[in-house]
């Protein structure tokens, strides 16, 4: 019998701190890869990175979804034509054209924008004494952002947090949907790509600066259809909500358990990049990424067969010690930071630039607004594993608010 069959991961409902349990007595065992829903998943930082540098494999598509229990319908349509989905060369040309638009122009507008609109919810806080950050700041300030950058209409805004909330848990793991989960997906997909033509018809009329207005100019040069503009931006709404929220969550979970951190990034802001990094790796929210052989191949030793779906445990990575010393320290000012949060290689996030301004100014700007906020119960809830893996709820104590308390 095949000894990694032997160490299969335990079946759970939500994300919490033990998952790092299970994959250091695996690693303890002698074990580069562990089972989940039938699946190898991959847990060496080594193995994980090679796959996720290696051309000979690709994102798992729409080969993943039957897993989900989809296997029609519109969210299977709008999977076949999203940038991670397509052939080599068309991956590389839709790559570089979306890039290309978060010009430094944008991401500077965009810090702003974070600043403007998390200074605003501390503020509609008022003088309470405590209140759960991840659906007052955290949600709603990347969704808002991404509204701004993006050029959609304030009026979209509600609709749009509804619709990418709900397609935000598609990236979460390989867990069935029930035939109702599905239905809600489809109805979601649908109104979300009708909400990006909108935003693609109004910038057309009204051309801004932001990041649409870039694409429709890169678009028509390259001959790119409607359909596929729109599900670039839909992706871009659905992926920079659903990360940024999460990645904002691990990253105060974190802080809050140490309180010095959090005073020290509430005193010199400019900590931020190198927090938020860190949280990344010690809590990255992707924790799981679906990958697929498109050949028989050897990695690092380990045989991988033709169209074999391997899971890339991300979170096991990230605290690999043979990568990382005391990977399970929170440590901003480590020398090792090649984390794989943001994935690696050839589908390396493309939202990653604004994930981070976003993150980076909606840290920094919490914390110097609460620098005595407390976790008064470390014990928080976690997302349900079928989602990103973050702090499903964070009731902290605010503590006093400082006179001088404005955007940076």
């Given at each position: 019998m095949d000894r990694h069959n032997l160490f299969p991961l335990r079946v759970r409902e939500r994300h919490d701190e033990s998952q790092h349990d299970e994959f250091r007595a695996a690693r303890t065992r002698g074990h580069r890869w562990v089972r989940q829903f039938g699946l190898r998943v991959l847990i060496d930082y080594a193995d994980v990175q090679a796959v996720l540098t290696d051309h000979r494999f690709r994102t798992s598509g729409v080969d993943y979804l039957p897993k989900r229990g989809v296997t029609s319908g519109p969210l299977f349509e709008w999977r076949k034509i999203i940038l991670s989905t397509q052939p080599p060369d068309i991956h590389r040309m839709l790559r570089a054209l979306v890039s290309h638009s978060f010009t430094a122009e944008v991401l500077a507008r965009l810090r702003v924008s974070v600043a403007e609109h998390t200074i605003n919810d501390c503020t509609e806080l008022g003088r309470a004494d405590t209140a759960d950050l991840v659906t007052t700041i955290f949600h709603r300030v990347p969704i808002k952002s991404l509204c701004?950058?993006?050029?959609?209409?304030?009026?979209?805004?509600?609709?749009?947090?509804?619709?990418?909330?709900?397609?935000?848990?598609?990236f979460g793991g390989v867990v069935p949907f029930t035939p109702d989960e599905i239905r809600r997906l489809d109805d979601a997909i649908v109104e979300l790509t009708q909400l990006a033509r909108k935003a693609i018809a109004d910038r057309r009329s009204r051309p801004g600066p932001d990041v649409t207005t870039r694409l429709i100019a890169a678009a028509d040069s390259f001959g790119l259809g409607e359909d596929r503009l729109a599900a670039i931006i839909s992706n871009l709404v659905i992926g920079g909500h659903g990360i940024t929220r999460a990645l904002l969550s691990c990253t105060t979970y974190t802080l809050l358990g140490q309180p010095d951190r959090w005073r020290q990034l509430a005193a010199d802001p400019?900590?931020?990049?190198?927090t938020v990094e860190e949280a990344n790796r010690l809590h990255c929210p992707a924790a799981t990424l679906p990958y697929v052989a498109m050949r028989d191949l050897d990695v690092n030793g380990l045989r991988i067969e033709r169209d074999e779906l391997v899971l890339l445990s991300v979170l096991a990575a990230?605290?690999?010690?043979?990568?990382?010393?005391?990977?399970?320290?929170?440590?901003?000012?480590?020398?090792?930071?090649?984390?794989?949060?943001?994935?690696?290689?050839?589908?390396?996030?493309?939202?990653a630039p604004v994930a981070r301004v976003i993150a980076q100014e909606t840290m920094?700007?919490?914390?110097?607004?609460?620098?005595?906020?407390e976790l008064p119960d470390p014990t928080v809830p976690w997302t349900p594993i079928s989602q990103l893996r973050a702090p499903a709820a964070l009731r902290v104590c605010l503590g006093r608010v400082p006179a001088a308390s404005t955007p940076r």
């Amino acid at each position: 019998m095949d000894r990694h069959n032997l160490f299969p991961l335990r079946v759970r409902e939500r994300h919490d701190e033990s998952q790092h349990d299970e994959f250091r007595a695996a690693r303890t065992r002698g074990h580069r890869w562990v089972r989940q829903f039938g699946l190898r998943v991959l847990i060496d930082y080594a193995d994980v990175q090679a796959v996720l540098t290696d051309h000979r494999f690709r994102t798992s598509g729409v080969d993943y979804l039957p897993k989900r229990g989809v296997t029609s319908g519109p969210l299977f349509e709008w999977r076949k034509i999203i940038l991670s989905t397509q052939p080599p060369d068309i991956h590389r040309m839709l790559r570089a054209l979306v890039s290309h638009s978060f010009t430094a122009e944008v991401l500077a507008r965009l810090r702003v924008s974070v600043a403007e609109h998390t200074i605003n919810d501390c503020t509609e806080l008022g003088r309470a004494d405590t209140a759960d950050l991840v659906t007052t700041i955290f949600h709603r300030v990347p969704i808002k952002s991404l509204c701004d950058a993006l050029g959609f209409s304030p009026s979209d805004l509600d609709r749009l947090d509804i619709v990418s909330t709900e397609l935000g848990a598609m990236f979460g793991g390989v867990v069935p949907f029930t035939p109702d989960e599905i239905r809600r997906l489809d109805d979601a997909i649908v109104e979300l790509t009708q909400l990006a033509r909108k935003a693609i018809a109004d910038r057309r009329s009204r051309p801004g600066p932001d990041v649409t207005t870039r694409l429709i100019a890169a678009a028509d040069s390259f001959g790119l259809g409607e359909d596929r503009l729109a599900a670039i931006i839909s992706n871009l709404v659905i992926g920079g909500h659903g990360i940024t929220r999460a990645l904002l969550s691990c990253t105060t979970y974190t802080l809050l358990g140490q309180p010095d951190r959090w005073r020290q990034l509430a005193a010199d802001p400019g900590l931020a990049a190198r927090t938020v990094e860190e949280a990344n790796r010690l809590h990255c929210p992707a924790a799981t990424l679906p990958y697929v052989a498109m050949r028989d191949l050897d990695v690092n030793g380990l045989r991988i067969e033709r169209d074999e779906l391997v899971l890339l445990s991300v979170l096991a990575a990230n605290r690999d010690p043979a990568q990382f010393r005391e990977p399970d320290r929170f440590d901003p000012d480590r020398s090792e930071t090649r984390h794989l949060g943001m994935g690696g290689g050839p589908h390396y996030c493309i939202g990653a630039p604004v994930a981070r301004v976003i993150a980076q100014e909606t840290m920094a700007t919490v914390a110097s607004r609460f620098p005595d906020a407390e976790l008064p119960d470390p014990t928080v809830p976690w997302t349900p594993i079928s989602q990103l893996r973050a702090p499903a709820a964070l009731r902290v104590c605010l503590g006093r608010v400082p006179a001088a308390s404005t955007p940076r």
